[in-house]
C-alpha cells in the first residue's frame, strides 16, 4: 500500500469517528440524549475498522531493525495514554489505554498476551490476575481463621493496579525497508504496561515490571473501537489504534536486536541516563540514516 492510499484511509478513518465521543450534544433536550447517533452515524460505524496492514512479502524487505521502546508517561506528549485516571466523574467513553487494555482481556477481546516481548510463553487472565491485583489479610483476620472461623470481609486487603500507577508503556516494533515501495516503514508489534509491583506498590518500592505483553495485531479491533482525548479538536476523535499506528508519542529505544542477544543499552552503558539516551539517540539515527543512503548514488 502506497503513502497516499495509507494517508487517504487515514483520513477516512478520522473523519468517519469524527464528534462520536459527543454525538447530539448540540441537539439533545434531556442530559440522556447526548450520546445518541444518528441512523447514517450508526451505519457508519458499522463498517468503521482499524485500516488494515498491508501484505508485505519477506522477499520485498530488503533490511529490518527490531528496536523496543519506553513509552514514559511523565511527557506531556504521552498524556493521552495514560489519562483519564479517576472515572468516577467522566464519560464511559473515556478511558485510558491501561484501562482498554484490561477490559478488553477480560471480555475476550484480546485473547494473545503473553510474559515476554517475543510472545514465547502464552498468559490467560487468570495467569496475570496476580500481577494485577493482591489480596492480603490484615492481622485479625489472620486471628479469626486460626480460630477456625470465617475470615470478615473488612480484615481482608485488596490492591487493584489502576491506570494511575500505570508509569510506562514498553513496546516493541520494527523498522523496514520495503523495497516494492522503496521506503522505510514501522510496523508495531507488541505492547506492555510497566508499574510497580503490586505487591510492594505500598511499601515504597518504586522497582518497575512489566505487567503482560499483548501482540498487537490482535488488539487493534478494540484500541481502534477506544477514543483518546483530542486536544487540538474534541469534535474529532482518535483512536489509541491510530495514535499508535502513526507514531504519536516520544519514545526511546532501550533495546535493539543484537549479536549480544539483545542486550539493553543499561547493560553496556551501566549507570548512565545521559548516555544511554545518547545511545538511543544514535540508534534513531542509524534507522533514518539508513533510508537517506539508499537514495546516495
Avoid: C
Avoid at 60 to 75: F, T
Avoid at 133 to 152: P, R, W
Amino acid at each position: 500500500m502506497s503513502w497516499r492510499g495509507l494517508l487517504v484511509g487515514g483520513f477516512i478513518t478520522l473523519f468517519s469517528g469524527a464528534s462520536y465521543g459527543q454525538a447530539n450534544i448540540l441537539n439533545a433536550d434531556t442530559p440522556e440524549e447526548i450520546g445518541q447517533k444518528t441512523e447514517a452515524q450508526r451505519l457508519v460505524e458499522q463498517n468503521d475498522k482499524p485500516l488494515e496492514y498491508g501484505y508485505v512479502g519477506d522477499r520485498d524487505i530488503l533490511w529490518s531493525k527490531n528496536v523496543w521502546e519506553i513509552v514514559d508517561l511523565d511527557e506531556r506528549v504521552n498524556f493521552p495514554f495514560y489519562y483519564p485516571i479517576d472515572t468516577n466523574n467522566i464519560g464511559v467513553n473515556r478511558r485510558s489505554l491501561y484501562d482498554v487494555l484490561v477490559n478488553s482481556i477480560r471480555n475476550g477481546e484480546i485473547q494473545h498476551i503473553y510474559a515476554d516481548s517475543y510472545f514465547n510463553e502464552k498468559r490467560t487472565l487468570k495467569d496475570i490476575s496476580a500481577t494485577l491485583s493482591k489480596v492480603d489479610t490484615t492481622d485479625l483476620g489472620i486471628e479469626q481463621y486460626n480460630a477456625g472461623e470465617e475470615v470478615d470481609e473488612q480484615f481482608i486487603d485488596r490492591r487493584d493496579l489502576g491506570s494511575a500507577d500505570i508509569a510506562q508503556y514498553h513496546i516493541r516494533g520494527i523498522w523496514y525497508f520495503d523495497k516494492k515501495q522503496a521506503e522505510l516503514r514501522y510496523r508495531l508489534l507488541g505492547i506492555a504496561p510497566v508499574a510497580p509491583d503490586v505487591n510492594f506498590i505500598d511499601s515504597g518500592q518504586t522497582d518497575l515490571v512489566e505487567l503482560f505483553w499483548v501482540f498487537y495485531p490482535d488488539a487493534r479491533e478494540a484500541l481502534h473501537e477506544a477514543k483518546a482525548f483530542n486536544g487540538a479538536n474534541t469534535a474529532q476523535d482518535l483512536s489509541f489504534d491510530h495514535l499508535l499506528n502513526s507514531r504519536r508519542f516520544n519514545g526511546v529505544i532501550y533495546k535493539e536486536d543484537n549479536v549480544q542477544g539483545d542486550r539493553e543499552v543499561e547493560e553496556y552503558i551501566p549507570q548512565n541516563a545521559f548516555m544511554q539516551l545518547l545511545e538511543s539517540q544514535r540508534i534513531k539515527e542509524q534507522i533514518r540514516n539508513f533510508e537517506q543512503d539508499m537514495w546516495n548514488y
